[in-house]
Antibody, heavy 115, light 107 residues
Framework: EVHLVESGGGLVKPGGSLRLSCAASGFTFSSYNMNWVRQAPGKGLEWVALIGSISSYIDYAHSVRGRFIISRDNAKNSLYLQMNSLRVEDTGVYYC????????WGQGTLVTVSS | DIQMTQSPSSLSASVGDRVTITCRASQSISGYLNWYQQKAGKAPKLLIYAASSLQSGVPSRFSGSGSGTHFTLTISSLQPEDFATYYCHQSYSTPDTFGQGTKLDIK
């Protein structure tokens, strides 16, 4: 069974940084593209970033490009999101999601950016 | 970026009703369309992938159809556990984009 567990969320001040992690199990992690998707409180889903199976392809949403960095460690079955220069509007639940035929989702981790 | 427009944005229905939700893409996405169900405080759950393929373990009352720019999700006979918010998602080209959601509640 596919299992994705996010961690690293919390409260941070505007301008601060945070690193999210996603531990994957139950599938061959190195064979799949991985994504981060976020959801602001009471709002819809917003795709944030994508990384290819061997990190050869990376893309970001316009809203986070230049501030966020997606990475992965296939030896550790782990996905990461380094978030810098955080803004109030980055607040929300961050999900890691396995690509392929539709997304398979973790349970999410809450990021709150507030002074 | 490809815009995804869902309709309606909210819907009231009764147990046993047949319900259809529509998703339109701003340009052709072939069959790269997925549907998710999200309940309050939970992660989204994949229902349908590639426009019409039922994800393993999802009840057969859920079905999807469409191609190009027009897609539908149908629930043939609503059950109490189906009251939730539904999202469409295009994976044809990055940035992936989602519809704004359809909140389905009990009439």
């Amino acid at each position: 069974e596919v299992h994705l567990v996010e961690s690293g969320g919390g409260l941070v001040k505007p301008g601060g940084s945070l690193r999210l992690s996603c531990a994957a199990s139950g599938f061959t992690f190195s064979s799949y593209n991985m994504n981060w998707v976020r959801q602001a409180p009471g709002k819809g889903l917003e795709w944030v970033a994508l990384i290819g199976s061997i990190s050869s392809y990376i893309d970001y949403a316009h809203s986070v490009r230049g501030r966020f960095i997606i990475s992965r460690d296939n030896a550790k079955n782990s996905l990461y999101l380094q978030m810098n220069s955080l803004r109030v509007e980055d607040t929300g639940v961050y999900y890691c999601a396995r690509g392929g035929s539709g997304y398979t989702w973790g349970q999410g981790t809450l990021v709150t950016v507030s002074s | 970026d490809i815009q995804m427009t869902q309709s309606p944005s909210s819907l009231s229905a009764s147990v046993g009703d047949r319900v259809t939700i529509t998703c339109r893409a701003s340009q052709s996405i072939s069959g790269y369309l997925n549907w998710y169900q999200q309940k309050a405080g939970k992660a989204p759950k994949l229902l349908i992938y590639a426009a019409s393929s039922l994800q393993s373990g999802v009840p057969s009352r859920f079905s999807g159809s469409g191609s190009g720019t027009h897609f539908t999700l149908t629930i043939s006979s609503l059950q109490p556990e189906d009251f939730a918010t539904y999202y469409c998602h295009q994976s044809y080209s990055t940035p992936d984009t989602f519809g704004q959601g359809t909140k389905l509640d009990i009439k």
